[in-house]
Structures are given as C-alpha cells and as structure tokens.
C-alpha cells in the first residue's frame, strides 16, 4: 500500500492501531467506580480554578474591547487633525 500524506499534518498518517490514547474498554488503568475523596476534592478545586480563568479571561477581553476602542477613537482624532493640517 502506498504511504500517505496528510496534506496539514505533513508526514504519514498513522495507522488507527498505532494511534495512542486508544483504549481497549476491557483494559481500563482507572477505576472510577469508587472515586476517593481526595480525587472528588481536586476535581472540585480544578472546576473552581477553571471558573476563575473563565472569568478572568472575560475580564480581559473586556478590557481589551476597552482599550481597542480608546485607540480607534485616538487613531481617529489624529487622522481628523492630520487632514487640517494638510488643507
């Protein structure tokens, strides 16, 4: 069989059976039946620290908007007083 190539990945793509992160549902390393308190805590405190980055990437994008609109109203009062200087 001839070798493809993957036209972004640019290199051979793999075979399915060479993929990692495939995973046989009767080989499982996690036993997620009787999750202890200690998993069920960091779980928690995960889902809390992703809600903080959530909402301080919000906050940054807000300001962003902000700061983005400040210097189109700037760049636009340049562009106004750099016209009167030419006419």
């Known amino acids: 069989m001839e070798e493809e190539e993957h036209e972004v990945y640019g290199g051979e793509i793999p075979d ?3 993929m990692e992160g495939d995973m046989d549902p009767n080989n499982t ?3 997620m039946s009787n999750p202890d308190d200690d998993a069920v805590k960091e ?14 990437a919000a906050a940054l994008r807000e300001m962003q908007a902000k700061v983005e609109k ?3 109203a700037v760049q636009g009062l340049l562009f106004q007083s ?6």
Do not use: A, F, Q, T
């Open 16 to 18: 399915e059976g060479d």
């Open 29 to 31: 390393d996690i036993d």
């Open 43 to 56: 779980l928690d405190e995960m889902k809390k620290r992703l809600k903080e980055m959530e909402e301080e």
């Open 70 to 72: 400040e210097m189109g």
């Open 82 to 87: 750099s016209l009167l200087r030419v006419s």
